[in-house]
């Protein structure tokens, strides 16, 4: 069974710093293509970053320079580190393993006040 669990969301203030963590099982995300994606209520759910299985990392314009995806392969944990963090990041985070096999996390907020 494949599970994909997040945690870290809160609230934070505007230029404060979160870290989310996705715990997985029953696939190795050293071989998938692990990304976070958000998703404001109304709205599409939105990319955020990706990490392929080469560790080569890409991120949407808007987090570039502020958000950084990481992975620790020994414990198949997936991270975002949240830096600088803007009202406008407040949306629920979700851990996706894109390929070779899609899954979902269940989603974990994250609210930046002004």
């Known amino acids: 069974q494949v599970q994909l669990v997040e945690s870290g969301g809160g609230l934070v203030r505007s230029g404060e710093s979160l870290r989310l963590s996705c715990s997985v099982s029953?696939?190795?995300?050293?071989?998938?293509?692990m990304g976070w994606f958000r998703q404001v209520p109304g709205k599409e759910r939105e990319y955020v970053a990706t990490?392929?299985?080469?560790?080569?990392?890409f991120y949407v314009d808007s987090v570039k320079g502020r958000f950084t995806i990481s992975r620790d392969i020994s414990k198949n944990i997936l991270f975002l580190q949240m830096d600088t963090l803007k009202p406008e990041d407040t949306a629920v985070y979700y851990c996706r393993s894109i390929r070779p096999q899609d899954y979902w996390g269940q989603g974990t907020q994250v609210t930046v006040s002004s």
């Open positions: 029953g696939i190795h995300i050293s071989t998938n293509v």
């Open positions: 990490i392929v299985p080469n560790g080569e990392k």
